[in-house]
């Protein structure tokens, strides 16, 4: 079992609509969650940190629950610039170490 | 200005080549990190390397090695290339301890032959 699983997807979803991604790890000693983009042929690129209250960074809302060890990520609004891999990611704080999530496709289209 | 640099971006070569990737970072952090996407795009760590000393191995087949000339520099030198080694190499660096962000090169295509 990988540390951190998604829905590898795709999701396909129109502009305009909403979408949600989940992603669960198994390590309990996770202390920093984030989320990553990565576009076609590009490197990863931050997308937000993941704080236990939810944190929300315009159309984007992150969520921890760490009872269930889950995370999730809600984008309002979706224009076709979102299509792209989002990647659940998890921080091993002792080796500093990121432990990536195999990622979600989503395709926004017209 | 750009603040981490790989070159090649696309390398192919022959098996049982021994071949290099060099990475450049003007951030002046101390950790520096190589990892592996494979053809199912899942990324995965190889290497950490803080202040020229490796802290992290992970399970990486000894045919490769991190090289840390000087801050700034970690490359990734790679002998006797196996069909299985073709993938997307990324180094990477900390760009803030808080919040944590690490940031990636634009990668190196490798590809075996």
């Known amino acids: 079992r990988k540390e951190v699983e998604q829905d590898p997807g795709p999701f396909n979803v129109p502009e305009g609509a909403t979408v949600a991604f989940n992603c669960t790890y198994s390590n309990s000693a996770s202390q920093s969650f984030f989320w990553y983009r990565q576009d076609c042929r590009k490197e990863p690129k931050l997308l937000m940190s993941?704080?236990?209250s939810g944190n929300e960074d315009g159309r984007f809302t992150a969520q921890l629950n760490r009872a269930s060890q889950y995370i999730s990520l809600l984008i309002r609004d979706s224009k076709l610039s979102d299509s792209a891999t989002y990647l659940c990611?998890?921080?091993?704080?002792?080796?500093?170490?990121?432990?990536f999530g195999t990622g979600t496709r989503l395709l926004v289209s017209p | 200005d750009t603040a981490v640099s790989q070159t090649p971006k696309y390398l192919v070569t022959q098996m049982g080549n021994d071949k290099s990737i060099k990475c450049e970072q003007n951030?002046?952090?101390?950790?520096m990190y190589w990892y592996k996407q494979d053809s199912k795009k899942f990324l995965k760590i190889m290497f950490s390397y803080n202040n020229k000393e490796l802290i992290i191995n992970e399970t990486v087949p000894n045919r490769f090695s991190p090289k840390s000339p000087d801050k700034a520099h970690l490359n990734l030198h790679i002998n006797s290339l196996e069909l299985g080694d073709s993938a997307v190499y990324f180094c990477a660096f900390i760009l803030d301890l808080h919040p944590y962000e690490q940031y990636f090169g634009p990668g190196t295509r490798l590809t075996v032959t």
């Open positions: 951030l002046g952090h101390d950790t």
């Open positions: 990611v998890a921080l091993n704080t002792g080796f500093q170490k990121l432990v």
């Open positions: 993941v704080y236990s």
